[in-house]
C-alpha cells in the first residue's frame, strides 16, 4: 500500500492481441519488465466516442499513452524530467489536459493529450508528489498528497499552489473530492499512519474521520491494537457522495499485527466499518468504483496467499467474488473502469502487463497484401489469350485479374507496350485482419 503501483508496462511498441475473453482477463498491454518495472495509474479519456483512449503512469518509464484500448501502447514522456511517475489524473471535461505527479519533480501538466508536458510546482515546496485529485465540478482546482504529509492546493489548473493541510509528516495519498458543491469544499485525504481527515471548506481547515478505523480510545489505550491506519486509495461514491471507501492497513503500537482491509463509511466518513478483510501476506492495494452502477465495486491485491488478486462487490461491498480468472500473476496494482462501458474493466499488475476484462478487441489492422496469384490474362476485348508467347504493343492491352488464396478477386492490372497501368483492387481485405492473409516474406 505505502507505494501502491498500478499497470506493469514493458516492450515498448505495439502488440497484436487476440480477441480478449469476455469473463476472463486477457494481456492487452506491454508485457515483462525490460523497459518498465510498474505503473502507479491508468486513466481513461471519459469523452472519447467510439475508441478507448487510456494512459499509464509508471514508476520507472514516464507515461504510457493507447488509442485502441491496449492494443499499442506508445511512450507520452516530451518534457516529463524524470522517469518515476507516481499518479495521473486527466480533466473531466477537456480530456486533452492532464496532470502527473511525479516522485521528486512535482507536477507536470499536459495540454494536448500526453504529447508534451511543462512543469506545474510554482509554490509547490515539496516535490513528491504521492496523490493527485482534480475537482469534478471545477477542474481548474486541484490538490495534490505529498511524502511530507502536506496536501497543496491550485485554483489555476496547477500554475500555482499553496499548502493548506499538513498531517504531521504521514504521507497523503488517497485524495477524493465531493462533487455536490460548485467549486467543491470537501475534500477527503488518506495519509500513512493517521486514518482519514476531512475538510468541508475547500481545504481551510481539516479534522480526523476515522471512527471505526482507528481505535483511540480501549483498545488502542489499554493493548495497543488499531491505533494507527495507512490509508491509500479514499474513493467516493459519485451517486451518492457520503458513502465512502478506503483501503487501509490497521496497526498496533509495535507495527507487529497489520491488516489489510477495505472499509466503508456511508456518513461522510464519521464511521467506518470494514467490509473486506485480507489474510495474513495479502494485502488490499486499491478500490475502484463502477461510475454508472456504484454498488459495483472492486478491490485489487497485491496476493501471496492464494486469496486472489481482484474482487467484485455488486452490493456496495456486503459479498465479494473473486474475478482473478486469467491474471497470470498475482500481484494487481491497479484497476480503471471504462466510464462509457463499465462492464469493461483494465488491470495492472506488477510483472505481468495490462489486463483487460469483459471487451472484445480485434487485432490491430494489417494492411500486408494477401496472397496473390494472376489467375486469367485477356485483350482488351475480353478474349483470353493463348499459351504461347506473345508480345504486348501500344495498341494491344493486355488485362490481369488477381485472385488470394481464398479464392477472392483482390486486383486488376492493364499491360500495353507503354509499360504496366495501375492496380486497382476491387474487393479490399475485410476489417478484421484474422480474414486476410499474409503476403509470403
Known amino acids: 500500500m505505502f ?27 506491454p508485457e515483462g519488465g525490460a523497459i518498465v518495472e510498474a505503473v502507479v495509474a491508468v486513466v481513461i479519456d471519459p469523452t472519447r466516442p467510439t475508441v478507448t483512449t487510456l494512459y499509464a503512469a509508471t514508476l520507472d518509464g514516464g507515461v504510457f499513452k493507447s488509442t485502441d484500448g491496449g492494443g499499442r501502447w506508445t511512450t507520452a514522456n516530451t518534457g516529463l524530467t524524470v ?80 499548502a493548506v493541510f499538513d498531517s504531521w509528516g504521514a504521507a497523503v495519498q488517497g485524495l477524493a473530492i465531493d462533487p455536490r458543491n460548485v467549486p467543491a469544499t470537501t475534500i477527503y485525504a488518506g495519509t500513512h499512519g493517521y486514518g482519514v481527515f476531512k475538510s468541508t471548506d475547500g481545504g481551510d481547515s481539516w479534522n480526523p474521520v476515522n471512527t471505526g478505523m482507528i481505535d483511540d480510545s480501549g483498545a488502542c489505550y489499554f493493548y495497543g491494537y488499531n491505533c494507527y491506519a495507512f490509508v491509500g486509495d479514499v474513493t467516493i461514491d459519485p451517486q451518492t457522495p457520503d458513502i465512502l471507501y478506503a ?13 489489510s482491509f477495505v472499509f466503508k463509511s456511508t456518513d461522510g466518513g464519521v464511521t467506518w466499518s470494514p467490509v473486506l478483510t485480507a489474510p495474513i501476506d495479502s494485502h488490499v492495494q486499491g478500490v475502484t468504483i463502477d461510475p454508472q452502477t456504484p454498488d459495483t465495486l472492486y478491490a485489487v491485491t497485491g496476493d501471496h496467499t492464494g486469496f486472489g488478486a481482484v474482487f467484485r462487490s455488486t452490493d456496495g461491498g456486503g459479498s465479494w ?76 492491352t493486355l488485362r490481369f485479374t488477381g485472385t488470394d488464396d481464398r479464392g477472392v478477386t483482390r ?17 479490399p481485405c475485410p476489417t478484421r485482419p484474422s480474414h486476410c492473409p499474409r503476403r509470403s516474406r
Do not use: H, M
Not at 504521492?130 to 504529509?149: R, W
Not at 487501509?248 to 491488516?259: E, H, I, K, V, Y
Open 321 to 396: 467474488s473473486d474475478l482473478s480468472t486469467g491474471l497470470t500473476v498475482t500481484d494487481v496494482r491497479a484497476l480503471a473502469v471504462d466510464p462509457l462501458t463499465p462492464t469493461i474493466v483494465y488491470a495492472g499488475t506488477y510483472g505481468g502487463g495490462v489486463f483487460v476484462r469483459g471487451a472484445d478487441i480485434p487485432e490491430p489492422p494489417d494492411t500486408t497484401p494477401p496472397d496473390t496469384s494472376i489467375i486469367s490474362v485477356t485483350d482488351k476485348n475480353g478474349a483470353a489469350l493463348p499459351d504461347q508467347g506473345f508480345t504486348p504493343s501500344t495498341t494491344v
Open 83 to 162: 522517469p518515476s511517475v507516481r499518479t495521473l489524473a486527466i480533466d473531466p471535461t477537456t480530456p486533452s489536459i492532464l496532470y502527473a505527479g511525479t516522485a521528486g519533480d512535482g507536477v507536470f501538466k499536459s495540454t494536448d493529450g500526453g504529447n508534451s508536458w511543462s512543469a506545474a510546482n510554482a509554490g509547490l515546496e515539496f516535490t513528491d508528489v504521492f496523490g493527485l485529485a482534480i475537482d469534478p465540478t471545477t477542474p481548474t482546482t486541484l490538490y495534490v498528497g505529498t511524502s511530507s504529509g502536506f496536501v497543496f492546493k491550485s485554483t489555476d489548473g496547477g500554475g500555482n499552489w499553496s
Open 411 to 427: 486486383f486488376e492490372c492493364q499491360l500495353n507496350g507503354a509499360g504496366f497501368g495501375p492496380c486497382t483492387s476491387p474487393q
Open 247 to 259: 483501503e487501509a492497513w490497521t496497526a498496533d503500537t509495535g507495527f507487529q499485527q497489520l491488516t
Open 3 to 29: 507505494l501502491i503501483a498500478g499497470l506493469v508496462l514493458c516492450c515498448l511498441g505495439s502488440t497484436q492481441i487476440a480477441a480478449a475473453g469476455i469473463n476472463t482477463w486477457t494481456s492487452v498491454g
